[in-house]
């Protein structure tokens, strides 16, 4: 439960300074004990449950006018359901531990004011049958309020899966922690897609300077202050993203013969670094782990005419299915253009994807149906191939 809204929302602190029970979970407002009417005729106590809109960590005037219960058919007074408000009624799962049964749907002629207005209108919807059968029944029990530690990784709630209604699936990406090694043209971006998910830790190894040819090939927009203050690139990166988020561990050198065992307790583990007897052991030492991890890799070519060509690949390795060892270069000497620096950052951004879209089939958030462990994207065909289906 987060408390952050809670405290800095006018209309949140109303509800619950009125005594009703309020919580904010995955990004949706939950109102606890709202009395109503059972198809038996009986008074049960239910939950109303909104998506949050938020600006911050302040709310915004509600989007939408619907809103989620989680109890029986209400009913009124003589055991008749309240067919004008319910809109279907089945299985939802919100986000983890965010259940409903009922979609109500109630829209006034100028919509709702705020969430106070929104969530007291559908508590009288509902209150007023029960109370015709019980005078005392109310939403409003002043509940003790209790400090609770925050369980998110981020700075600000994550309404973009709530307002997806995809909290439930994203609760998949809940790894503990996660290494970046290498932070060049497409580690970063590596690291710009894992910041927006819920992983506890992300770990970023890389010794080198964050610098002007670096800019262009990165997310966002480096001064030219930070430019001139040369910090690594680690530094620079976590900066940026631990104003998002918390968890983002910086570590100032390179993965290499005698920092590998850093990589031992990670939960999963992007190689996004150049070849060489250096990444080869890596590879052996990870696989003798037994850790799971993805390596990417972006061959740029210049055709005679001037233009440019690439294929960008993506290597997944794990325990039960090792990588094949001759779907990772790790030659030091490759002819690539790649390697005199073209900036190339949507290729970089793309191999990026391609390796994040992978880890999260992995972990059961996409749909997985082949398999792979080896693709390629080539550009001048706009082609992608998949092998090694397992």
Request: hydrophobic share 40%; aromatic share 8%.
């Amino acid at each position: 439960m987060s408390l952050r809204p809670l405290a800095r929302s006018a209309d949140l602190v109303r509800l619950r300074d009125e005594g009703y029970e309020v919580a904010v979970e995955h990004g949706h407002l939950v109102v606890a004990h709202v009395p109503y009417v059972t198809p038996e005729g009986r008074v049960a106590y239910g939950k109303l449950i909104s998506v949050l809109n938020l600006a911050g960590d302040v709310t915004v005037r509600p989007e939408d006018h619907v809103v989620y219960f989680d109890g029986e058919t209400p009913c009124d007074r003589y055991r008749r359901p309240l067919n004008k408000i319910i809109n279907s009624s089945q299985a939802f799962t919100l986000a983890p531990g965010v259940t409903a049964r009922h979609l109500f749907s109630s829209k006034p002629a100028a919509g709702y004011a705020d969430y106070y207005d929104k969530m007291t209108s559908y508590i009288r919807m509902l209150a007023g049958h029960a109370q015709a059968l019980e005078p005392e029944a109310t939403a409003m029990t002043f509940p003790v309020v209790e400090a609770v530690k925050e369980q998110s990784v981020f700075l600000y709630e994550d309404t973009a899966s709530s307002r997806a209604g995809i909290s439930a699936v994203s609760a998949k990406l809940r790894v503990g922690k996660l290494a970046v090694v290498g932070l060049g043209g497409t580690g970063v971006y590596v690291l710009d897609l894992l910041a927006k998910t819920p992983v506890g830790e992300i770990h970023l190894f890389d010794r080198d300077a964050f610098l002007q040819h670096n800019a262009f090939r990165a997310p966002g927009a480096a001064s030219v202050e930070e430019l001139r203050a040369r910090p690594t690139k680690v530094a620079y990166h976590a900066e940026r993203y631990s104003r998002m988020r918390s968890g983002i561990v910086p570590h100032e050198y390179h993965i290499d013969h005698n920092t590998v065992e850093e990589l031992r307790d990670m939960d999963f583990v992007f190689l996004t670094m150049e070849g060489g007897e250096t990444k080869r052991h890596i590879i052996y030492k990870l696989t003798e782990y037994g850790r799971p991890f993805i390596d990417v890799g972006l061959g740029v070519y210049q055709t005679a005419d001037g233009a440019l060509g690439g294929i960008a690949r993506v290597t997944t390795s794990t325990p039960v299915h090792p990588a094949d060892p001759r779907r990772i270069p790790c030659s030091d000497d490759v002819d690539n253009d790649y390697n005199r620096n073209i900036q190339v950052a949507d290729l970089n951004m793309l191999n990026a994807a391609m390796a994040v879209i992978k880890w999260k089939k992995l972990v059961g958030f996409y749909a997985d149906l082949e398999h792979e462990s080896f693709s390629t994207y080539t550009v001048d065909g706009n082609h992608i191939s998949n092998e090694d289906n397992r």
